[in-house]
């Protein structure tokens, strides 16, 4: 199926500092989704993606729909303790109705 | 409130035991679909469903069954579990197809294969 990797796995950081995380596709991809998930919860989307070299914000949270369309960028300025949890991109599978998700990213946040 | 409810929260059963995990949504959603979630492996589609009686293998179907009789109720069910599929499983729905973009997910319900 189709592959899709995250990095960094984790980071731990301040409160206050930007953080920047990235999912590469090995296909060329025409939608990214960015999903955040809480400790204990399910995941909840952040910001979607359908066009490339589309930039798009909410509040401190900016996405990126690479050039490429082979990857995608999420930054998250000024971070705070309740941006602890899992970042997840996701795209379309091989399939109409498949939707693949990558390993996630765990973060973090020192107050 | 619109929610996507998963049941049994949390179940601890032995290797061979059918069980099922009910999801039930009450947003009129076409699309429903299973998740498994694994350390360092993010979400896994199991199945999915564009609409009643309609339902697609996902990426790790094996040793899954799925069934849409209804359009709110998509249950997973392990014929015979076995402990690799002890996991943390997410039910999920959305209008049309996923590609509207808004996934809704369940709280998640935590499988233990003795």
């Known amino acids: 199926g189709q592959q899709l990797n995250q990095s960094p796995q984790s980071m731990f950081i301040q409160e206050g500092e930007d953080v920047s995380m990235n999912c590469t596709s090995s296909?060329?991809?025409?939608?990214w989704l960015w999903y955040k998930q809480d400790p204990g919860e399910g995941p909840v989307l952040l910001i979607a993606?359908?066009?490339?070299?589309e930039l798009t914000s909410n509040g401190r949270l900016t996405a990126q729909f690479g050039i490429t369309r082979k990857d995608s960028f999420l930054n998250i300025s000024a971070s705070i303790p309740s941006d602890v949890g899992i970042y997840f991109c996701?795209?379309?599978?091989?399939?109409?109705?498949?939707?693949?998700f990558g390993q996630g990213t765990i973060l973090t946040v020192h107050p | 409130e619109a929610q996507v409810t998963q049941n049994p929260r949390y179940l601890i059963t032995v290797t061979g035991k059918k069980l099922t995990v009910t999801c039930s949504q009450n947003?009129?959603?076409?699309?429903m679909s299973w998740y498994r979630q694994d350390p360092g492996l993010g979400l896994r589609q199991i199945y999915y469903?564009?609409?009643?009686?309609v339902t697609d293998k996902g990426d790790v179907p094996e040793g899954y069954k799925v069934s849409r009789k209804e359009k709110r109720n998509f249950p997973l069910i392990l014929e015979s579990p076995s402990p690799n599929q002890t996991s943390l499983y997410f039910c999920a729905s959305s209008y049309g197809s996923w590609g509207s973009g808004e996934l809704f997910f369940g709280e998640g319900s935590r499988l233990t294969v003795l």
């Open positions: 993606l359908y066009k490339a070299g």
């Open positions: 296909s060329i991809f025409n939608t």
């Open positions: 469903s564009m609409n009643v009686e």
């Open positions: 996701a795209g379309p599978g091989t399939s109409y109705g498949k939707l693949t």
């Open positions: 947003m009129n959603h076409e699309y």
